[in-house]
């Protein structure tokens, strides 16, 4: 698990807005952007070209 003060600190690498957590608790979504960044290892991989972009 990613600790808040962690989570408080990301932003998305592409626009700067806060990352949230989503709900499965596996990834990293911008509300700005809408891309999804996937956590592996309890590590978030905040690399552009690892993001998926979500429809919803």
Known sequence: MI????????????????????ADGASLKCAECRRVYPIQDDIPILLIDAASIDAA
């Open 3 to 22: 600790p808040q003060d962690l989570l408080d600190i990301l932003v998305c690498p592409v626009c700067k807005k806060p990352l949230v957590l989503k």
